[in-house]
């Protein structure tokens, strides 16, 4: 099982910034494309972004494009996730994994960072 550990969340204004980070448990990291999701309360999980293997390509789900940026460091084995202009509907648990499909398939969710945007 691939384990990763999200870290980097918390409690932002609107029009604030958070980066998160997703760190592999166990594996290398820099062989898969890595995705971030997110859930808010009574909402599905939902893709964010994905960077591939080579950062040759970089996905973003409409509702955070021009916002966030997904970059990875594989000498640290970890995948950020830059989060600015936060807005109130952001607020969810972010989870990242080393898979870019429909998060309906993937079934080895770690625990997640919980971003909170409020005044």
């Known amino acids: 099982q691939l384990q990763v550990v999200e870290s980097g969340g918390g409690l932002v204004q609107p029009g604030g910034s958070l980066r998160l980070s997703c760190a592999a448990a166990?594996?290398?990291?820099?062989?898969?494309?890595i995705g971030w999701f997110r859930q808010a309360p009574g909402k599905e999980r939902e893709g964010v972004s994905c960077?591939?293997?080579?950062?040759?390509?970089?996905t973003y789900a409409d509702f955070v494009k021009g916002r966030f940026a997904i970059s990875r460091d594989n000498a640290k084995n970890t995948v950020y996730l830059q989060m600015n202009s936060l807005k109130p509907e952001d607020t969810a648990v972010y989870y990242c994994?080393?898979?870019?499909?429909?998060?309906?398939?993937?079934?080895?969710w770690g625990q997640g960072t919980r971003v909170t945007v409020s005044s």
């Open positions: 960077i591939s293997v080579n950062e040759n390509r970089r």
């Open positions: 166990g594996f290398t990291l820099a062989t898969y494309a």
């Open positions: 994994a080393p898979f870019c499909g429909d998060p309906r398939v993937y079934n080895s």
